[in-house]
Structure formats: C-alpha cells, structure tokens
C-alpha cells in the first residue's frame, strides 16, 4: 500500500477549520499610532533645535558686527594664509562696492610707466558719444581685417550651382 495517501496528522484543525492569525489587527494599529507619534515629536524637537540655533547665529553676527571683534586666532595673527574666513560678508561686500564705485568715479592711474589713466565711467561714455568708436582697429598691423575677410568671402550658406561644382 503507497503512504502517501495516508495523513500525517489526525488532530482537527483548530477553530473549526480556519488558521489562527501570526498578526493581531490591534497590536499593527497600536505600532502605526506610537511611529507617527515618534515622527511628530522628532520633527517638532529638529524645529525647535533649528530655530534656537538661528537665532544664537543672528545674535553672535549682531554681536561681532557691533564690536568689530576678531576671533582670538584671527586677532593673535597679522598674516592669514588662504583661504581666510570671512567674518562679516555683508561688510566685506559693502566695502568693495564702495572700493568699486570710488575706482568707478575718479580719475587715476593703471599703469604709470606705460602713461594710462583711468578716468570716470560717466566721462569715458561722454568722450565716446563726442568722438565715436574708432573706425580702424587694424591700422597697425598689415592686411585686411577679420570683418574685411568675412565679407570678401562667398556666400557659403547656398548651394554650390553646378557650374561651380565642376
């Protein structure tokens, strides 16, 4: 007789028939409850951490800009190799615009050996409208210009006619 057709367990099955559940219905809802809770509280501590630190870094440029204060390396030290750090970027920024529109607006020296000046922008535009542009920038040098050599050029946009080609 083949055994395989003889069960290999004779007990009935629990419930009258059915599996019991591995997983309670009660206990998944109770651990999605506690992870959104934990993720609430996580998120609402990294607000809080965020903006504490916000304001202690508006409080210490507030500081540092009234005072003018160095750090103590910065202040122990006349020479800073590169990079240097930058203690307060929006005086930085406003010293070099104001550096920037004083070179801008005055007259001066670029190169004192070779005689050239610099001279305000408002002048310089004044001068050109006055004069014009300067008509021929090659006058130095021998040979037509780049411009002079596009225009001798054939029109290379068409087509070749057929008595070209050959």
Known sequence: MDNSAIPQTTQPAPRGGIEPADVSFKGVVYFLIGMVITAVLIHLGLIYMFVNLQAQGR???????EEHELPAVAASHTFFPQ??????????????????EAELNSYGWVDRKAGVVRIPIERAMELLLQKGLPGNTNAGNRGPSSLQLQQERPNQSSPPSKEEGR
């Open 59 to 65: 409080q210490m440029d507030r500081r540092s800009i």
């Open 83 to 100: 990079p240097r750090e930058q203690i307060s970027p929006r005086l930085d920024l406003e010293a070099l615009r104001a550096r920037e």
